[in-house]
């Protein structure tokens, strides 16, 4: 499985925050689902900054349904007021049911017509005590039977993600593609297909998640020494990813989480 602790970049601002396994038929579905409940004081907010993980998310809150695409930069959402939302991370074998093309979907969010799905999930958050596993459970049971019994196309496509993103993943696309005893050719329309981002894309966001949780987690670790462990040609190189895509480097980031 991918690291589940990776994506959140400061974690100690985050409001009341939850991540739930999915269980039975679901498992093959759902990496995991994520649950956050906020509750703001008038007039401040508090802002969530994300490197999220290449994969989508089917996301119910108290305004409907979203699926939300992978990202190539990281982002952020501010929250205000009282409310919540129940997230899944999407396993690839999930996404076919769901959209065609999740590439159309990269940087993007859609609204999906599902009152099904959000009654449902609306009806158990309002439940009280254990509200949480109750929306869970309603979420895993809508979503297995909407995606139905899986192929052996969407069990290789669930072996990609744990190649490209799971422990002791491959560093490379031809790596991978060997272990899955697959051409680069076809691991590159598997990605396409089910997760809407090149394996070479997939690869390089999780080195950065791990570059970002090494550097909130031991701050006297020495960057070259990080670039080193997960695969940059250099120092240079890591600060360049991270700026990218996180908008701040390395040192910056340290300094922040310190603050």
Do not use: C, K
């Amino acid at each position: 499985m991918v690291n589940s602790s990776g994506g959140v970049l400061y974690p100690a601002r985050l409001p009341e925050f939850h991540r739930l396994p999915a269980a039975g038929p679901a498992a093959d579905l759902v990496a995991w689902f994520w649950i956050p409940e906020w509750d703001i004081e008038p007039g401040g907010f508090s802002r969530q900054d994300i490197v999220g993980y290449p994969a989508l998310n089917l996301v119910v809150e108290a305004g409907g349904v979203m699926l939300s695409g992978p990202t190539t930069r990281a982002s952020h959402r501010d929250l205000h007021g009282r409310g919540w939302a129940v997230g899944a991370l999407l396993r690839p074998a999930a996404v076919a049911a769901l959209i065609d093309d999740p590439s159309a979907l990269v940087d993007t969010v859609r609204v999906l017509g599902e009152p099904s799905l959000h009654a449902r999930v609306t009806a158990a958050m309002s439940s009280g005590a254990g509200h949480r596993e109750r929306a869970v459970e309603a979420f895993a049971r809508w979503l297995v039977d909407r995606v139905g019994p899986l192929d052996e196309s969407a069990h290789q496509a669930n072996a990609l993600v744990e190649v490209l993103g799971g422990a002791d993943a491959a560093l490379t696309p031809v790596e991978a593609a060997t272990r899955l005893a697959v051409s680069v050719r076809t691991l590159q329309r598997m990605a396409h297909r089910y997760v809407g981002v090149s394996p070479a894309a997939m690869i390089r966001r999780r080195r950065l998640q791990d570059a970002a949780q090494i550097v909130r987690e031991d701050p006297r670790a020495d960057l070259a020494a990080i670039a080193a462990e997960l695969g940059y040609a250099d120092h240079a190189h890591l600060t360049r990813d991270f700026q990218a895509v996180l908008g701040i480097a390395p040192r910056a980031y340290r300094a922040e989480l310190d603050d």
